[in-house]
């Protein structure tokens, strides 16, 4: 029986969420993440990175909030089911940061489309994901 709880323990910490140490968490929202491959001229992966959009209703057009590189398998998104959807965590010192969204694509391309977007909406007018420290 205590192998099975054993068992049973291991199985739910390699899909929970990571959690620091201080438990400290902070939540956004947005209405759409994308998983990026980029790739090289010969089609080989450069890099993936995760990119955070809203949509815009005045310009009726998603718009870049924030992107983040990633650096670990932990960093992918993974699906949610309470509420429908798709969560993003990684942990910033002593905080856990969390993105969520309803809606998850996942591309390939060999132009950024983080910086595609800043020809739409320039970096400086981004709404942030959390306010600067």
């Known amino acids: 029986m205590s192998e099975i709880l054993c068992l049973a323990a291991v199985l739910m910490s390699s899909?929970?969420?990571?959690?620091?140490?201080?438990?400290?968490?902070t939540r956004q929202d947005v209405d759409l993440i994308e998983l990026n491959h980029f790739l090289d001229d010969q089609g080989?992966?450069?890099?993936?990175?995760?990119?955070?959009?809203?949509?815009?209703?005045?310009d009726r057009e998603f718009h870049v909030r924030a992107w983040?590189?990633?650096?670990?398998?932990?960093?992918?998104?993974r699906r949610q089911w309470k509420p429908d959807g798709y969560l993003c965590s990684w942990r910033d010192n002593?905080?856990?940061?969390?993105?969520?969204?309803p809606s998850l694509r996942e591309t390939?391309?060999?132009?950024d489309p983080e910086r595609v977007n800043r020809q739409i909406?320039?970096?400086?007018?981004?709404?942030?994901?959390?306010?600067?420290?």
Not at 68 to 77: C, F, S
Not at 122 to 130: A, I, Q, T
């Open 44 to 58: 080989r992966e450069v890099f993936q990175q995760l990119i955070f959009y809203e949509w815009s209703r005045h």
């Open 94 to 101: 002593a905080l856990t940061r969390e993105v969520w969204s």
């Open 108 to 111: 390939w391309t060999q132009k």
């Open 121 to 133: 909406l320039p970096e400086n007018l981004r709404r942030p994901l959390w306010p600067k420290d």
């Open 15 to 25: 899909v929970a969420p990571a959690v620091n140490e201080s438990g400290r968490r």
């Open 68 to 77: 983040r590189l990633i650096k670990q398998p932990g960093q992918m998104p």
